[in-house]
C-alpha cells in the first residue's frame, strides 16, 4: 500500500475508486463505457499512462464476466462469428499500444476525447448506421480503428457499437459480444502495455486495487437496469461521456 501511495496520494486514490465503482454501475447498466468513463475521470487528476494502467485490470476482469454471462460455448460461438474483427483489431492493438510511452501527453489526451465526444454526439442526435448485411473488409476496417483507438487509450467501444448497431444485433448477443470482443481485447491491452511499460511492478497494484469498485458497480448496475427507463439512462450517460470527453479535447488543446 505504501509503494501504492508514491504513485498517487490517499484523497486521489479514494477518487479513483469512486470513479472505477461509478464505471462499473454504468457498464452493468448498459453493457460498455468503462474505459471510457474511467480514463476520462482518472485523466482530470492522474497522468494519462497511469490513468491508462489503472482501467486495464478491471476492465478485464468485468469483460470477462459480461461475455460469460450465457456460459463458455454462447462466447465460444461470438469468437467465431466475429472473428475478422477480433483478429484485426487485436493486430492494431498490439502495434498502436508500442507507442504510448513515445507520445505526449496532450496528444494522447486528444486521441482519446475525440472518439469518444463523436461517438457520444452522434448517438444524441439519433443517428443510425445501418448495415444491409456483413462484410469482411468493413468488420476488418472497422476492428482494426477500434484496435487503433484501443491501443493509445484501453477505449475501443465506440466503434465496436456502433458496428453491431449497424448490424441490428440483437439484444442479448449484442451484450454477449461486446464482452466477448472487450474481454480479448482487454487480454491483449494487458500483455500489450506489460511490452510498453505502462502495466508494470509499480502501477499493477493500482489497477488490481480498481478491480472491487468496478465488480461492485456492475453488479449494482445490473440490479438496478430492470428498475429504470433504459433508454433514459443511455441519454443521460452519453451526455456525461460527451462533457467528459470535451473536457480532455480542452485540455489537450489548451492545457
Known sequence: ????????????????????????????????AMPMVMISGLSTFLPPDLALAGLIVPTLVTNGMQALRQGVGAALISVRKFRVFLLAGVVS??????????????????????????????????????LPERSARIEAGV???????????????PPTVLYLTALNTEKTEQMR?????????AVALFFAH????????????????????AVLGMWLGGKVQDRIDQTMFKKATLVVLTLAALNLVRRALVG
Open 1 to 32: 500500500m505504501n509503494s501504492l501511495f508514491t504513485l498517487v496520494t490517499p484523497d486521489l486514490f479514494g477518487a479513483a475508486l469512486l470513479i472505477a465503482g461509478l464505471a462499473g454501475i454504468i457498464k452493468g447498466m448498459v453493457g460498455f
Open 93 to 130: 492493438l498490439l502495434i498502436s499500444a508500442q507507442f504510448v510511452r513515445i507520445i505526449p501527453p496532450e496528444t494522447m489526451l486528444l486521441l482519446i476525447g475525440g472518439p469518444v465526444a463523436l461517438f457520444a454526439v452522434i448517438q444524441l442526435m439519433g443517428v443510425r448506421v445501418s
Open 143 to 157: 476492428g482494426g480503428f477500434a484496435g487503433l483507438i484501443g491501443g493509445f487509450s484501453g477505449v475501443w467501444g
Open 177 to 185: 459480444v461486446q464482452g466477448v470482443i472487450y474481454g480479448l481485447g
Open 194 to 213: 506489460i511490452g510498453s511499460g505502462v502495466v508494470r511492478a509499480e502501477t499493477l497494484p493500482f489497477s488490481l486495487a480498481m478491480v472491487p469498485p
